[in-house]
Every structure is written in structure tokens, then in C-alpha cells.
T-cell receptor, first 114, second 114 residues
Framework: QKEVEQNSGPLSVPEGAIASLNCTYS??????FFWYRQYSGKSPELIMS????GDKEDGRFTAQLNKASQYVSLLIRDSQPSDSATYLC??????????????FGTGTQLKVEL | DAGVTQSPTHLIKTRGQQVTLRCSPK?????VSWYQQALGQGPQFIFQ???????QRGNFPDRFSGHQFPNYSSELNVNALLLGDSALYLC?????????????FGSGTRLTVV
């Protein structure tokens, strides 16, 4: 079982629709959760972080966390063609000896169609 | 405020050669992590440096080594390059903060081994 699982997609949504991206994780020691957006050939860009159960909203983005179900999701409202990218889900866990690391899923490719 | 700076941006090496990649963290950050991202995959944790010491290593062979300098900048060295080492190498910096604190990634170094 992979530590962080995402559907690779592609997920296609029409412009203006809500895009829903999902992620499950296996390590119950995960402390916080992140969504990164990655355009082709570019590096990941942090768009949302969440560490408490429930919803967290930032503009058109809403992150949802359910630790009991080990499930994280990202909703993108009023999707725009510029949202077309790969979305990476990541969890952060403590390392033995201090520090922490991010564990990533393989990413979900989102395509927003005109 | 400069973000995370990586150099070089692209590199082509021959099998068996050695390579050094460089990273300057974001101002105020003292921890540097290195990730390898193969095509179509999520970033994989290589190791993390803090106070000039390697805190933890991911599942990478000893051919991968690193260093952190007193100014918090870091190098990643890969010896005896294999074709499978071709990937985007990402440096991420972080500092002290709460659990909601994400990593900032550099623009990456694209390494091609031929």
C-alpha cells in the first residue's frame, strides 16, 4: 500500500465548475497535510495546508481533512483553464532524530476545458 | 525576499560521472531537504539537513550524499551516475513554525544522464 494515494486522472472539468481532488494516506502519524500545484516542467507550488479536521478555505480553494478516515481533499471552485496542472497531495511526518519530511502522492492531473 | 535558489537549472551527464547540485534556502529558513522527482511521479525524499548535519535519509543509496554550509546553503552530490538518476531534483527549505507550515521549493535542477 502506498503511503499517499491519489487518482492519477486526468480529471476533466468544464470551466466554471467545481473540481474535486482526493487523497488518502496510510501513516496515522501524519501531522499536517498539503496540496501543491505543479505545472508541467515546473516545481511544486504550495496552494493549501491543513492540520485540523474540517474545512479550510482560501479564495477559490477549500481543503478538507478527515483524520479518522485518513482522507484529504481539495475543492477548486469556479475552475479556470489556468488551474490545469498536476495537483500533489503531501503529508508531513516527524523523523526519528528530529526534523520532518513530506511524503507525496503521484499527483492528479486536472484539465479545465473551455 | 529571495525564494529558494537552485543551480544549475539543467544538466546533462554521462553514466558513471559525478554531479553536484546547489541550493540556497529562502531567507530565514535553516533546514534544507532534497527530493527526486522522476517523470510522472511525486517527489521522493532523499535527505534533510539541519545545523550542517544530515537528519534523516530516504531510501536512496550511498551514491547520494550531501552537505550543508554554515550559511544554510546545501549541495547534493551523486556519484557513479546511472540512467535511472535522470530526474528533476528539488530543494525545499523550511524553518521553525507550526504544523501548518509548508516547505518552499526551488525551481529544480533537471538532470539527464545519457
Amino acid at each position: 500500500q502506498k503511503e499517499v494515494e491519489q487518482n492519477s486522472g486526468p480529471l476533466s472539468v468544464p470551466e466554471g465548475a467545481i473540481a474535486s481532488l482526493n487523497c488518502t494516506y496510510s501513516d496515522r502519524g501524519s501531522q499536517s497535510f498539503f496540496w501543491y500545484r505543479q505545472y508541467s516542467g515546473k516545481s511544486p507550488e504550495l496552494i493549501m495546508s491543513i492540520y485540523s479536521n474540517g474545512d479550510k478555505e482560501d479564495g477559490r480553494f477549500t481543503a478538507q481533512l478527515n483524520k479518522a478516515s485518513q482522507y484529504v481533499s481539495l475543492l477548486i471552485r469556479d475552475s479556470q483553464p489556468s488551474d490545469s496542472a498536476t495537483y500533489l497531495c503531501a503529508t508531513r511526518i516527524l523523523l526519528l532524530g528530529g526534523g520532518n519530511k513530506l511524503t507525496f502522492g503521484t499527483g492528479t492531473q486536472l484539465k479545465v476545458e473551455l | 525576499d529571495a525564494g529558494v535558489t537552485q543551480s544549475p537549472t539543467h544538466l546533462i551527464k554521462t553514466r558513471g560521472q559525478q554531479v553536484t547540485l546547489r541550493c540556497s534556502p529562502k531567507s530565514g529558513h535553516d533546514t534544507v531537504s532534497w527530493y527526486q522527482q522522476a517523470l510522472g511521479q511525486g517527489p521522493q525524499f532523499i535527505f534533510q539537513y539541519y545545523e550542517e548535519e544530515e537528519r534523516q535519509r530516504g531510501n536512496f543509496p550511498d551514491r547520494f550524499s550531501g552537505h550543508q554550509f554554515p550559511n544554510y546553503s546545501s549541495e547534493l552530490n551523486v556519484n557513479a551516475l546511472l540512467l535511472g538518476d535522470s530526474a528533476l531534483y528539488l530543494c525545499a527549505s523550511s524553518g521553525t513554525g507550526g504544523w501548518d507550515y509548508g516547505y518552499t521549493f526551488g525551481s529544480g535542477t533537471r538532470l539527464t544522464v545519457v
